[in-house]
């Protein structure tokens, strides 16, 4: 079939724009008849929008639903796959994190959307306290059940704009995980006011392969602004988001 991904019960494809929405249902329903697990196919008609990083998406075949339940690295996940933005290739980054947290860390997540990096993190790590600070109430909504459904209590759901919510919580953190949506604003400035000395700040740009040390430069030039000394740990692609486009990671301690 086309490009596509699946988030639990539902897949999301990408046809190609030239073909007929008849050969789109037969295709859709034998990928149903194929992979049992998914009940739902839905065509994704626009390109994730804005701060909230909501897609358009459209029924093909299988059940009428926008909701699914997903699971990874031990953790289940509700969500609606058009208001709230989540992406299965990330999978394997929510664990490689996770597993870096050390006992008795206190771990920040910006833009947490339903929570996937906090609860994982809040599964797989040995953090004393999780915070995920969301813009979407409606991605809150399902983060809030999400750490019910993972019978977890030491992950804080926090709903606003991470520029006048992160300030407010009492703590400071020793791991920061910026999985920040496609903007030109970095967000640097917040975390660097809320890090721990000798914290690690997790951050996620993206960039063509080309221009990638713009990364590092943009990282060096806000740690300059706030006035903080930092050490780069790593580098690393973290997933293709476009034609010859990159989500790069980049880890850093706070001096």
């Not at 626009?46 to 699914?68: D, H, I, N, Y």
């Not at 399902?142 to 992950?155: C, D, I, Q, T």
């Not at 520029?163 to 949506?181: C, E, G, L, N, T």
Request: aromatic share 10%; hydrophobic share 35%.
């Amino acid at each position: 079939m086309a490009n596509y991904d699946v988030v639990g019960n539902i897949a999301i494809v990408k046809f190609p724009g030239e073909m007929k929405q008849k050969e789109k249902r037969e295709i859709a329903e034998e990928f149903l008849k194929q992979h049992k697990s998914v009940r739902t196919i839905l065509e994704k008609s626009g390109k994730f929008k804005g701060r909230l990083r909501k897609q358009r998406t459209k029924w093909t075949a299988g059940e009428k639903t926008k909701e699914a339940i997903y699971r990874e690295n031990d953790c289940v996940f509700g969500l609606n796959v058009e208001s709230c933005y989540f992406s299965p290739r990330l999978s394997t980054e929510r664990k490689e994190i996770a597993l870096k947290v050390e006992k008795g860390e206190e771990v920040l997540v910006m833009f947490g959307g339903v929570a996937p990096f906090a609860i994982v993190i809040g599964k797989l790590g040995k953090s004393k306290k999780i915070f995920s600070i969301e813009l979407s109430k409606e991605c809150n909504k399902y983060a809030k059940e999400n750490v019910k459904r993972n019978k977890l209590s030491n992950v804080y759901v926090v709903q606003g704009d991470v520029r006048k919510v992160a300030s407010k919580i009492k703590d400071k953190f020793d791991r920061i995980i910026m999985a920040r949506p496609n903007l030109e604003d970095s967000f640097l400035d917040v975390a660097f006011k809320v890090i721990k000395k000798k914290g690690v700040i997790h951050y996620y740009g993206f960039y063509k392969e080309e221009e990638k040390e713009k990364l590092r430069e943009l990282i060096l030039r806000e740690a300059q602004r706030a006035k903080k000394k930092i050490k780069f740990l790593k580098i690393k692609k973290a997933g293709e988001v476009g034609v010859k486009k990159y989500r790069y990671r980049a880890d850093f301690k706070v001096d």
